[in-house]
């Protein structure tokens, strides 16, 4: 079958047609792409210095919040005994200047609490009052500080990685106090056949409101494990005999916040 001149004419021109509206289309759909492109290219801010941030985890300098819970383990001493559960928490920053790749120095600031939950099934010696109570503590308000040098170990990137710290640390006990719990039984009083009572005695002479000692710390990126010995004697020696004292080593974890 032949196709008339007039068909085939008409027919060429609707492949004309054809191909020039697939290729606008094509077209168009370039520049659209082009200009999607362009503008996400346009919108990314890219520092071309070359400068590198002093602040970092891995950098020149670098702070972050913690937390310290610890646990007051002994040596236990005959007199001034006390429970398992007396511990530590504190709150503080953490400043860091990098010296090297593998060094760095570190210093803390912040608040302590401790408390000494003393034993009722042991006998009591000075400065402590001798009497038997439900139950005791003896607790300090501390505004402490301290100063380590870091070991880094390690490849890592901008983040702090696995470390080892050793140095001092030093409290200022700014609030000290006894405070015990009695049970009564008392059937002519007010209050009650058993009614109890909570005595608190603040500004204790016998404690000392310096105290210093060493600290070792290990961790990672947001969490570790430390201990503390302190030095000196937190009981005044002319208020007691033979060096008697609270426990002076502590062990326990910390916590880290610094995104």
């Not at 402590?128 to 390690?154: K, M, W, Y």
């Not at 002479?205 to 302190?230: C, H, K, L």
Request: glycine share 8%; aromatic share 14%; net charge positive.
């Amino acid at each position: 079958m032949r196709l008339k001149n007039s068909e085939l004419k008409l027919f060429l021109i609707i492949i004309v047609l054809l191909g020039t509206f697939s290729a606008r289309a094509q077209f168009d759909i370039d520049i659209r792409d082009t200009t999607k492109f362009t503008r996400s290219l346009v919108d990314v801010t890219i520092d071309t210095s070359g400068k590198i941030t002093k602040f970092g985890p891995n950098r020149l300098y670098f702070g972050h919040g913690l937390c310290q819970v610890g646990e007051k383990v002994g040596p236990q001493v005959y007199g001034l005994q006390t429970n398992w559960w007396s511990g530590s928490i504190e709150y503080g920053v953490r400043g860091k200047l990098k010296l090297w790749s593998w060094e760095a120095l570190v210093m803390d600031f912040g608040y302590r609490y401790d408390r000494y939950s003393m034993r009722k099934d042991t006998p009591k010696l000075l400065p402590l009052d001798p009497t038997v109570h439900q139950r005791e503590r003896i607790s300090t308000h501390n505004l402490s500080a301290s100063f380590c040098d870091r070991l880094n170990f390690g490849r890592r990137g901008n983040v702090m990685g696995s470390w080892l710290d050793f140095g001092v640390y030093a409290d200022w006990s700014f609030r000290t106090a006894n405070v015990f719990v009695d049970q009564h039984y008392d059937s002519n009083s007010p209050s009650g056949y058993r009614y109890k009572s909570k005595t608190k005695v603040t500004r204790l002479p016998y404690m000392e409101s310096i105290n210093y000692g060493w600290t070792v710390r290990v961790g990672g990126d947001y969490a570790g494990v430390f201990a503390q010995w302190r030095m000196n004697n937190i009981i005044k020696s002319n208020y007691t005999t033979n060096d008697r004292d609270l426990p002076k080593l502590t062990i326990g974890i910390e916590i880290y916040n610094w995104d």
